[in-house]
C-alpha cells in the first residue's frame, strides 16, 4: 500500500522481510551484541527576514558557486548533466566558468519516429506533453559555450531496459524518470567518470508543483475541520468528478492533503488494486510523524515550508537521490549533487517562503540568482517540468500495450493484484481520447508503470529471471 500511494517507501521499510534501511541523518552502534540507532543531524529552519529577495538571490549564487567548485575537486575528468532546466544549468554554467578549456555535459532525450501519430495527437489535441528537451539542452549549451552530447532513447530500449533498471535499484521504484537517468549515466561513463548533476533545488527553493498545491489547501484549512472531514467522506463515496480528490485530499491536515494523487494510486483506489487487502488504506498515517516533526524543524512554519522539510526526509532520499544514484552507480559513475552540500542547504533553510514559493513562481530566489548569472530568461523562468518522458503516448501503443498486458496477467500478478482492475486501467488508457475530459481522465500512466515495476522487480529477485542475477561467488 505504501508503495502504490507514494512510488517509493517514505521510511525505513523495504520490501524485503526484516531488512530495514539506514535513515538519512543517523548512524548505528552496535555494544555487547545490541544494535540502536541515534540521530546526528535534523534540518532546522532558521528563517531570517531581514534580507529581501535581490539579495538572497546573490547569496544563493555565490554560495551555489562555492559549492560547485568544491565538487569539482577530482583526480579525473569531471562532466555535468544538462537537462536545459534551470538546476542542471546552473551546475554547468558554473563548471564551464571554472574551465577554460570547457566541460563536456550529457543531456537525453527521446527518439520517436514511427510515432508520429502519436505524438501529433497528444500535441494537438488539448494534451500538454513535451517529449523532447533536447533542444533546450543543446540551446543551453550553445550559449554557455558548453560541449554538449547526448543520446536518443527509443520506445522499445526505453521498455527493454526496465528488468536491469530495477535490478539496479535494489527495491521497486516507480518512476519513469529513472530510464532516462540510466541512458544519460551510460553516455557520460564513456567519457568521464564523475559528473555533476541538479538534484536537491526543487525540495531545497521550492520548485515542485505540490508546494502551490499546498499553498491552495492552505486557503481551504481554514475551513472548520470536521466540515472538511464531512466533505471528503461525501466526496469518496460519490463517483469520479471534478474537485473529489481536492475534496478528499482537504479532509484533514497537510499530511493527507500531501500525497501526489495525479501521480499516485489514491487511498481508496489501493484496495482495489491489491488482492485480498481491505485497508484501510491510510497513507497520511505514514507521513504524519514527517510533518509532526516538521512543525518542530520549521518552528511552526507555513504549510508549504513544512512540506518542503517532508520532501527533503522522504521523497528526496528515497526517491530522487536514490534512483540518481542507482542510475549513475549502474555505470560506474559518480554522480555529485552540489545543491546537496551543507552550505547551500544552510542557505536555504533562511529562505523565507515568499522567496521559494509565491502565487506566480516556484523557486523564486534560485531564479532571480541566475538572472544575476546573466542566463536567458526562457532558462531562467523556465517552469517546472518533471523529467519527461513519452510514456503516457507510448503506453497506447502495441509494443507497450503487448508486453504490459503480459506482465499484468502473470502468476506473479494474480498473486498480488486484482488482475482485472489492472487490465481494465491498461485498456482504459490505451483508448483514451486525450482531446476530452472524459478521455484525459482515463490516462493512468504513472499507476499502470508503478505497476509494472514493482512486477518487474519481483521477477528479476524472485522469478525465473533472477538466475541471471544470482552472485558469482559463494559465501559462507
Known amino acids: 500500500p505504501q508503495y502504490l500511494c507514494f512510488e517509493y517507501m517514505n521510511d525505513s521499510q523495504t520490501m524485503f522481510k526484516d531488512v530495514h534501511?539506514?535513515?538519512?541523518?543517523?548512524?548505528?552502534?552496535?555494544?555487547?551484541?545490541?544494535?540502536?540507532?541515534e540521530c546526528f543531524y535534523k534540518i532546522t529552519y532558521k528563517i531570517d527576514r531581514s534580507k529581501g529577495l535581490e539579495?538572497?538571490?546573490?547569496?544563493?549564487?555565490?554560495?551555489?558557486?562555492?559549492?560547485?567548485?568544491?565538487?569539482?575537486?577530482?583526480?579525473?575528468?569531471?562532466?555535468?548533466?544538462?537537462?536545459?532546466g534551470i538546476d542542471s544549468s546552473l551546475a554547468a554554467y558554473c563548471m564551464g566558468q571554472h574551465h577554460d578549456e570547457g566541460v563536456k555535459t550529457f543531456s537525453v532525450g527521446y527518439d520517436i519516429t514511427g510515432s508520429e501519430e502519436q505524438r501529433d495527437k497528444a500535441e494537438n489535441a488539448g494534451f500538454k506533453i513535451k517529449l523532447d528537451e533536447l533542444k533546450d539542452a543543446r540551446e543551453f549549451a550553445e550559449w554557455a559555450g558548453l560541449s554538449n552530447k547526448d543520446v536518443q532513447v527509443t520506445a522499445k530500449e526505453f521498455l527493454d531496459i526496465v528488468p536491469t533498471e530495477q535490478y539496479h535499484m535494489d527495491e521497486p521504484l516507480g518512476a519513469p524518470s529513472a530510464i532516462p537517468l540510466y541512458f544519460v549515466s551510460q553516455l557520460a561513463s564513456k567519457e568521464v567518470k564523475v559528473v555533476q548533476s541538479g538534484e536537491g533545488a526543487d525540495e531545497l527553493f521550492g520548485g515542485y508543483w505540490i508546494y502551490h498545491d499546498q499553498?491552495?489547501?492552505?486557503?481551504?484549512?481554514?475551513?472548520?475541520?470536521?466540515?472538511?472531514?464531512?466533505?471528503?467522506?461525501?466526496?469518496?463515496?460519490?463517483?469520479?468528478?471534478h474537485g473529489r480528490h481536492f475534496a478528499m485530499r482537504g479532509s484533514?491536515?497537510?499530511?493527507?492533503?500531501?500525497?501526489?494523487?495525479?501521480?499516485?494510486?489514491?487511498?481508496?483506489?489501493?484496495?482495489?488494486?491489491?488482492?485480498?487487502?481491505?485497508?484501510?488504506?491510510?497513507?497520511?498515517?505514514?507521513?504524519?510523524?514527517?510533518?509532526?516533526?516538521?512543525?518542530?524543524?520549521?518552528?511552526?512554519?507555513?504549510?508549504?515550508?513544512?512540506?518542503?522539510?517532508?520532501?527533503?526526509v522522504s521523497y528526496m532520499p528515497y526517491d530522487i537521490c536514490l534512483k540518481a544514484d542507482r542510475m549513475s552507480m549502474a555505470h560506474s559513475l559518480e554522480l555529485r549533487v552540489p545543491f546537496l552540500d551543507k552550505k547551500v542547504l544552510?542557505?536555504?533553510l533562511q529562505l523565507p517562503t515568499d522567496c521559494r514559493v509565491t502565487d506566480e513562481h516556484s523557486k523564486y530566489a534560485l531564479r532571480r540568482a541566475a538572472a544575476h548569472l546573466g542566463f536567458p530568461q526562457k532558462v531562467a523562468d523556465m517552469p517546472k517540468q518533471p523529467f519527461i518522458t513519452p510514456l503516457t503516448v507510448w503506453l497506447q501503443t502495441d509494443l507497450y500495450y503487448e508486453r504490459i498486458k503480459e506482465a499484468f496477467t502473470s502468476p506473479?500478478?494474480?498473486?498480488f493484484f486484482n488482475v482485472d482492475y489492472l487490465m481494465k486501467m491498461l485498456n482504459d488508457h490505451r483508448s483514451a481520447d486525450f482531446s476530452t475530459q472524459e478521455g484525459r481522465?482515463?490516462?493512468?500512466?504513472m499507476r499502470i508503470w508503478n505497476v509494472y515495476c514493482?512486477?518487474?522487480?519481483?521477477?528479476?529477485f524472485f522469478g525465473e529471471t533472477s538466475k541471471q542475477y544470482a552472485p558469482k561467488t559463494q559465501v559462507a
Open 55 to 84: 539579495e538572497w538571490a546573490d547569496i544563493i549564487k555565490d554560495t551555489f558557486d562555492e559549492s560547485v567548485r568544491a565538487h569539482e575537486i577530482a583526480d579525473v575528468e569531471i562532466g555535468s548533466f544538462l537537462s536545459g
Open 252 to 312: 484533514g491536515g497537510p499530511e493527507k492533503s500531501y500525497q501526489r494523487a495525479c501521480m499516485n494510486y489514491m487511498w481508496d483506489e489501493v484496495p482495489n488494486v491489491l488482492k485480498g487487502y481491505n485497508g484501510p488504506c491510510k497513507p497520511w498515517e505514514w507521513c504524519k510523524p514527517h510533518f509532526d516533526e516538521a512543525a518542530v524543524q520549521t518552528g511552526g512554519g507555513d504549510v508549504i515550508t513544512q512540506t518542503q522539510y517532508v520532501d527533503m
Open 21 to 37: 534501511k539506514m535513515t538519512p541523518g543517523h548512524f548505528m552502534v552496535l555494544k555487547d551484541g545490541k544494535a540502536t540507532i
Open 215 to 241: 499553498y491552495e489547501f492552505s486557503k481551504y484549512f481554514k475551513v472548520p475541520r470536521a466540515l472538511r472531514a464531512a466533505g471528503g467522506a461525501v466526496a469518496q463515496k460519490l463517483p469520479p468528478f
Open 441 to 445: 481522465s482515463k490516462l493512468k500512466m
Open 412 to 415: 506473479a500478478a494474480h498473486e
Open 346 to 348: 544552510d542557505v536555504a
Open 454 to 460: 514493482f512486477l518487474c522487480w519481483y521477477e528479476v
